[in-house]
T-cell receptor
Framework: GAGVSQTPSNKVTEKGKYVELRCDPI?????LYWYRQSLGQGPEFLIY????????DSGLPNDRFFAVRPEGSVSTLKIQRTERGDSAVYLC????????????FGPGTRLTVL | SQKIEQNSEALNIQEGKTATLTCNYT??????LQWYRQDPGRGPVFLLL?????KEKRKERLKVTFDTTLKQSLFHITASQPADSATYLC???????????FGSGTKLNVKP
């Protein structure tokens, strides 16, 4: 079956612009995670959804970052007023219930802020 | 929060040998620990999960140990192959199972 997909695969934007990154989890997975990964580092937790609600958003670095999952499936990570420091690979992962089970990761979106 | 340490230096081994990777953590003991493999340009792929009350878990050529006294997990790949070359990440659950902390990973190079 289809795995986790993320679009776009690459996004180049200018400082100050707004971007949206999309994640399509595996069908039926209720848990969804967003991570950010910088070069040479491991994924850094951003936010966790259980169904439609954000169960833990403590990893979001500041109020420029926001994520939604309105129907409990597709999720969108939104970044306002992008800064060069936001450049990274943004990973999405889904899990059948919660991360107590394995997490299935998408290929990521590489965001470059010029 | 949790601080996780994985050897940042690449591990170079000869094909057929056993690779051993280390994951150390410094704060609270997690309820469970996961190991992932990541290839360049791809998302991590789950390999194994071990719970705090388990000492060892095996899957084919892979073995994971978990020592809550030492606050350490070891990941072993026996009879290593060049195809095992990748970065290996350990991940620990947060204190409420809602978040996960990943180490920075160790790059494994298996030479033929």
């Amino acid at each position: 079956g289809a795995g986790v997909s993320q679009t776009p695969s690459n996004k180049v934007t200018e400082k100050g612009k707004y971007v949206e990154l999309r994640c399509d989890p595996i069908s039926g997975h209720t848990a969804l995670y967003w991570y950010r990964q910088s070069l040479g580092q491991g994924p850094e937790f951003l936010i966790y959804f259980q169904g439609t609600g954000a169960a833990d958003d403590s990893g979001l670095p500041n109020d420029r970052f926001f994520a939604v999952r309105p129907e409990g499936s597709v999720s969108t990570l939104k970044i306002q007023r992008t800064e060069r420091g936001d450049s990274a690979v943004y990973l999405c992962a889904s899990s059948p219930h919660n991360g107590y089970n394995e997490q299935f990761f998408g290929p990521g979106t590489r965001l470059t802020v010029l | 929060s949790q601080k996780i340490e994985q050897n940042s230096e690449a591990l170079n081994i000869q094909e057929g040998k056993t690779a051993t990777l280390t994951c150390n953590y410094t704060n609270y003991s997690p309820a469970y620990l996961q190991w992932y493999r990541q290839d360049p340009g791809r998302g991590p792929v789950f390999l194994l999960l071990i719970r705090e009350n388990e000492k060892e878990k095996r899957k084919e050529r892979l073995k994971v140990t978990f020592d809550t006294t030492l606050k350490q997990s070891l990941f072993h790949i026996t009879a290593s192959q060049p195809a095992d070359s990748a970065t290996y990440l350990c991940a620990l659950d947060g204190d409420n199972f809602n978040k996960f902390y990943f180490g920075s990973g160790t790059k494994l190079n298996v030479k033929p």
